[in-house]
Nanobody, 125 residues
Framework: VQLQAFGGGLVQAGGSRRLSCTGSGLSLDDYAIGWFRQAPGNEREGVSCISGSGGTTYYADSVKGRFTISRDSAKNMVFLQMNRLKPEDTAVYSC???????????????????WGQGTLVTVSS
């Protein structure tokens, strides 16, 4: 399973950014997908996840109300819309597969089945 996150960059505090996750050689609809991030010197943190159908989502308390996860089956992509960004959101963001029935626990514990190259988001104050 090859996943890749992209869309990162430099953004000012209070701004927005949309990250995209794409899969190579697989249909993302067949998987629950999680977004994770890791800041320098910190452990990997689960941010959000979405079920294969898109009907169930989860958000970490740190991003609830600011981030929105979604998926587009036609484009075979999963998105993470990040609004009202804060400097503490600065990290490398990655997407990965998680279990459909265990996606919330796996995201909370930052446990992925597979993941790909991440994308750096830098939020300046």
């Amino acid at each position: 399973v090859q996943l890749q996150a992209f869309g990162g960059g430099l953004v000012q505090a209070g701004g927005s950014r949309r990250l995209s996750c794409t899969g190579s050689g697989l249909s993302l609809d067949d998987y629950a997908i999680g977004w994770f991030r890791q800041a320098p010197g910190n452990e990997r943190e689960g941010v959000s996840c979405i079920s294969g159908s898109g009907g169930t989502t989860y958000y970490a308390d740190s991003v609830k109300g600011r981030f929105t996860i979604s998926r587009d089956s036609a484009k075979n992509m999963v998105f993470l819309q990040m609004n009202r960004l804060k400097p503490e959101d600065t990290a490398v963001y990655s997407c990965g597969t998680v279990g459909e029935m265990t996606m919330v626990d796996q995201t909370k514990n930052a446990q992925l089945y597979s993941w790909g190259q991440g994308t750096l988001v830098t939020v300046s104050s």
